[in-house]
């Protein structure tokens, strides 16, 4: 009988410990952040037209959205050296400076069910305070993800884009 116990214990630890080894990936999360010395009217001014991207993020060559700023509208950006995402706004809420989107497939980034939010507060001396958040998969979904579609490339890749977008828009704003 003691053979037996020791036998489905040692069973259920394998199986534990497998179990934990297999599950697939974790949701990523990114934040990036910048202070700009313009005033956050004029800040929101340029991030809220979610058709025009392009106007400073310097990735981005061109933008079509399929319902201007509104919510539901669809955009497809296309990206300086090649490559495409679609995105679609989920809510957007001009009183509070903040807008959110999505996109189920992350086209040229690696990742999938991409969630975002930018949002824009007063910071000191009027300057504003322009917050850009995401959470994501990477695109990979099984165990063991090849290099370039793990969680690294899939974090790398997100906080790339939102950093090198804020401090473009930070030039752009503070001309």
Known sequence: MRFVS??????AASLAASFAHAHGPTR???????????????VWAKVSDFTQL???HPAVESSTATNGSNVGSVRTLKLKGGGE????????DPAAKKFSYRAKDGGALPVT??????TVKPGDGGTSVVEWRGAFYRKYMNNDPPKGEDDEAALS????VYKSGLENLKKVMEK
């Open 157 to 160: 890749a997100v906080t790339g």
């Open 113 to 118: 069910n991409y969630s975002s939010n930018l």
């Open 85 to 92: 995402l679609v995105e679609t706004l989920e809510s957007i």
């Open 28 to 42: 990523q999360k990114a934040f990036e952040t910048v202070t700009i010395k313009a005033s956050p009217d004029a």
């Open 54 to 56: 392009q106007g400073w």
């Open 6 to 11: 020791a036998f489905v214990m040692m069973l």
